[in-house]
């Protein structure tokens, strides 16, 4: 019995028990953009409830990431030639290592939107993976900052720049390769980087010119979206956006399981929903639309599983949030919608005003909004609108925020802050 009682206060009382205390990955420690952390400051800005302000060298839109004491983001020269992990203190915001992870002689073509540090990493006990796509993927161990395995032999053009972001599943770093020429999913065993599985994609692009010849638009075949796995029915599946389709793959062998094709839209950039037995994604680029596909299907499933579809508001690089019964979503151009989730119904619009990138996060009771021109915009969940903050920060936001313990952690074009309460 007191074995028992050590145990468990031994799991009650660990760092990983708190989902508030970490933000392991992009979208947070389920990936879904919600936090369970409470006593977040609803004021800040230049030199108010600002704990540290660190600048960060070069360019990256990557998010950060928090574990324990430390935070982990990528960067990278502009031409793209250098590419490095950074680890700072949490407590003081120091950078205590600074490591050139990779160095590139011919850099792939990034648009200058994007940078070439643009995946978030992912961090667990003891371990931090860092990509940056085909220039190269690598683990370090977070206590003597070593590079315990790197991997640069996948071959996909990004075309635009990389973006999609690695999560971790059991003992595998499952990760997106969505380029002009080649578009495939890949599973790597995290101890070692070996490649487990690698599955192509499976839609025909079937992409045409005016004298009906396949194009060569990059465009219509890429993708910067993030994978999600979750259990459906007892069936584990790894729900994954691509240029063009929706798919499921089993994420033990890579096998896939459904597909649903939107063959008007591509570059999907975000990470998928589940709730009331449906996954919930925007599909991407080219007068996108916000999908609601039911759970449960078997092949090509486009005009058996989609519950409903919505063409007004959907956001292109911001990811959605489902909270209760309602969908939340900022589009690109400032515009924030209410979905009713079980029908796609809107409830409410409203202009916010500026332009998005950064994933919208909910935390202690209020749905945070970023714009890329610095200002961050709290609003009440509900079925009216309802504005409860509004902060501004220079040199604006690319990046999604981190939450960890009562803090923000939020990285702007040029600096990291860690914004508590004093």
């Not at 032999?153 to 595998?172: A, M, W």
């Not at 259990?231 to 994420?251: C, F, H, T, V």
Request: aromatic share 12%.
């Amino acid at each position: 019995m007191t074995r028992i009682v050590l145990t468990l206060l031994f799991v009650l009382l660990s760092p990983l028990a708190f989902a508030s205390d970490n933000w392991p990955q992009f979208r947070g420690p389920d990936g879904t953009g919600h936090s369970d952390a409470t006593g977040l400051p609803t004021e800040w800005g230049e030199g108010k409830n600002i704990v540290w302000k660190t600048p960060i060298h070069d360019r990256g839109w990557s998010s950060p990431v928090v574990f324990g004491k430390q935070v982990w983001l990528t960067t990278a020269s502009k031409d793209g030639r250098q590419l490095f992990a950074l680890c700072l203190d949490r407590d003081t915001g120091k950078i205590i290592r600074d490591i050139k992870l990779f160095d590139v002689a011919q850099p792939q073509y990034a648009h200058p939107f994007n940078t070439y540090a643009s995946p978030t990493p992912v961090i667990e006990q003891g371990r931090v993976y860092i990509t940056f796509g085909s220039p190269g993927t690598a683990a370090i161990d977070t206590k003597t900052f070593k590079v315990i395995w790197e991997r640069r032999d996948f071959e996909c053009n990004h075309f635009r720049g990389s973006g999609s972001s690695p999560i971790i599943f059991r003992d595998l770093l499952l990760m997106h390769f969505d380029g002009s020429d080649h578009q495939f999913v890949v599973a790597l065993n995290k101890h070692t980087g070996k490649t487990v599985w690698q599955t192509n994609r499976s839609i025909d692009f079937q992409d045409l010119d005016k004298n009906g010849k396949p194009a060569a638009e990059g465009d219509l075949r890429k993708a910067f979206s993030t994978p999600h796995v979750t259990q459906i029915n007892g069936r584990w599946e790894m729900i994954s956006l691509g240029a063009k389709a929706a798919y499921s793959y089993d994420p033990f062998t890579g096998k896939e399981l459904w597909r649903v094709e939107e063959r008007g839209q591509h570059s999907a950039s975000t990470r998928p929903v589940l709730g009331f037995g449906m996954i919930f994604y925007p599909t991407g680029f080219s007068n996108g639309q916000l999908f609601a596909v039911r759970t449960g299907g078997n092949g090509l499933i486009t005009d058996t599983h989609v519950a409903w579809r919505l063409k007004r508001g959907a956001s292109n690089k911001p990811s959605i949030l489902l909270i209760g019964d309602l969908i939340y979503m900022i589009g690109d151009t400032g515009i924030a919608t209410c979905v009713e989730a079980k029908t796609g119904e809107i409830v409410w619009q409203q202009r916010i005003g500026g332009e998005y990138s950064a994933s919208p996060v909910y935390a202690d009771g209020k749905i945070w909004m970023f714009s890329e021109e610095g200002k961050a915009t709290a609003i009440k969940p509900g079925r009216t609108f309802e504005k409860l903050a509004e902060n501004h920060l220079d040199e604006g936001f690319l990046a999604s925020p981190a939450i960890a313990g009562k803090a923000f952690f939020l990285r702007t074009r040029t600096h990291l802050y860690r914004i508590e309460k004093k």
